[in-house]
Nanobody, 123 residues
Framework: QVQLVESGGALVQAGGSLRLSCAAS????????VGWFRQAPGKGRESLAR????????YYSDSVKGRFTISRDNAKNMVFLQMDGLNPGDTAVYYC????????????????WGQGTQVTVSS
C-alpha cells in the first residue's frame, strides 16, 4: 500500500514557477513508478510526467516538455514536479500517482493517487 499527499499548489501569475511535492508512505515506495497528472474543469485526467522506480527513465507529454521537470528522492519518499513558464492553460488540479511496472501514461492503470492540489495561473 502507498499513500500519497500532494502540496505546493497556489495562485501564480503567467510566466511564473511552482514546485509541487508529493509525500509518499510505504516501505516499498522505491519499487513504484510515479506520475504527475492534472485535471481541469470539464476535462479528463491528463498525463504530464512520469518516472521509473529508480529515476532512470523520465517521460513527458508534449504539452509540458521543456517546461516541467519530474524528480524523486526515494530516500525521503518524495516526488516533485518543477513547473516553469506557467500559463493560464496550466490551471488545474494536479495529482501524483504510483503504480507497479512501467511508468505508462494511462491514468486508469495507476493504483494509488493523492487527493490533488490546485494550481491556478492568472493572466
Amino acid at each position: 500500500q502507498v499513500q500519497l499527499v500532494e502540496s505546493g499548489g497556489a495562485l501564480v501569475q503567467a510566466g511564473g514557477s511552482l514546485r509541487l511535492s508529493c509525500a509518499a508512505s510505504g516501505r516499498s515506495f522505491r519499487s513504484y513508478s510515479v506520475g504527475w497528472f492534472r485535471q481541469a474543469p470539464g476535462k479528463g485526467r491528463e498525463s504530464l510526467a512520469r518516472m521509473s522506480p529508480e529515476g532512470t527513465g523520465t517521460y513527458y507529454s508534449d504539452s509540458v516538455k521543456g517546461r516541467f521537470t519530474i524528480s524523486r528522492d526515494n530516500a525521503k519518499n518524495m516526488v516533485f514536479l518543477q513547473m516553469d513558464g506557467l500559463n493560464p492553460g496550466d490551471t488545474a488540479v494536479y495529482y501524483c500517482a504510483a503504480r507497479s511496472g512501467f511508468p505508462i501514461s494511462d491514468a486508469e492503470r495507476y493504483d494509488y493517487w493523492g487527493q490533488g492540489t490546485q494550481v491556478t495561473v492568472s493572466s
